[in-house]
């Protein structure tokens, strides 16, 4: 199979780092024409320098993605620059930890902000270009706790479930124009997150004692990598899946329902080791 994405013309947003960063980069691989943003324009630049060489022509902006205005002026420059755009690629956005006692209304709609509402803003700006050639494809980067719920992280739950929603949505809406739209759904994919999770156990617990509770729920027993991730982007942008839109392909090495039961699992670990090693030296208890 050969997936020629020469001369497409591609955004991808949220591309400093991590899985935007890596799917914008294989973009540039192939020949596409590549924008990118996000918010700090340093990190970006930078990123967006280790395959400028490979893309036919690169443009990099700061963009909060909560502003409307900011959103259709970017996508508009885009399509200015290079006559239109084939491929929105929605990744911006993070998740954000909760529950019923810690949690305000607002912080969920702020999260709400950002990340449904900045894949809404983003595909309402580049459909009408798609619209006018009659070819477009919109890939969600969206979460497992989405499609499956977990009893922890309320904002991440309900506002992956509403950009899940979304998609599917627009993927039913969409298609009389040529216009296909997909989900895929994150499992652990180890962008640096699960460093900062290592770092709320108790002293004395290693990261190799760390990973092995966290993956026990994961069949294939090792932490997705950004570019796990790539395959299945470029196939969704290609002419090779034509006829697939509305679809919900979860990312995530087998992981399932075994997602609800981690916050437990989390817990319970942390109890256990706390109660094994002596935290103010980070000697295990005689």
């Known amino acids: ?18 899985i935007g960063k890596a799917i914008a980069k294989a973009f540039a691989d192939e020949g596409a024409l590549v924008a990118v943003c996000a918010r700090n324009l340093e990190p970006l630049q930078a990123a967006a320098d280790e395959f400028s060489q490979q893309a036919g ?20 420059e885009v399509a200015s620059a290079w006559g239109g755009v084939d491929v929105l690629v929605n990744n911006a956005g993070q998740g954000q930890g909760g529950n019923l006692d810690t949690l ?16 809404f803003r983003f595909t309402q700006a580049v459909v009408p270009h798609m619209r ?26 309900i506002n992956r479930a509403s950009c899940l929603a ?10 009389k124009n ?20 290592f770092k709320e156990m108790p002293t004395g617990v290693t990261r190799e004692e760390f990973d092995q509770m966290v993956l026990k729920v994961v069949p294939v027993g ?29 990312i995530a090495g087998g992981m399932g329902g075994q997602i609800a039961y981690f916050p437990t699992l989390k817990r319970d670990f942390s109890v256990a080791m706390a109660g094994k090693y002596n935290n103010s030296d980070g000697q295990k208890d005689l």
């Open 132 to 157: 006018s050639q009659r070819w477009g494809r919109i890939i969600d980067i969206n979460a497992l706790v989405g499609a499956i719920p977990a009893p922890d992280g309320i904002p991440s739950v």
């Open 166 to 175: 979304l998609s599917k949505s627009l993927g039913m809406s969409l298609p």
């Open 178 to 197: 040529n216009i296909l739209v997909n989900s895929l759904n994150m499992g652990w994919i180890n962008t640096g997150q699960w460093d900062r999770h």
């Open 222 to 250: 090792r932490f997705g990598k950004p570019e796990d991730v790539v395959g299945m982007v470029l196939f969704l942008a290609s002419e090779y899946a034509n006829f697939i839109s509305a679809a919900s392909i979860d």
């Open 57 to 76: 022509e690169v443009i990099v902006r700061s963009v909060d993605v909560t502003n409307s205005e900011a959103v259709r002026a970017f996508v508009e």
């Open 1 to 18: 199979m050969n997936i020629d994405l020469s001369g497409k013309r591609v955004i991808v947003t949220g591309a400093s780092r991590g």
């Open 104 to 119: 305000t209304p607002e912080a969920i709609l702020e999260h709400a902000n950002i990340l449904q509402m900045g894949h």
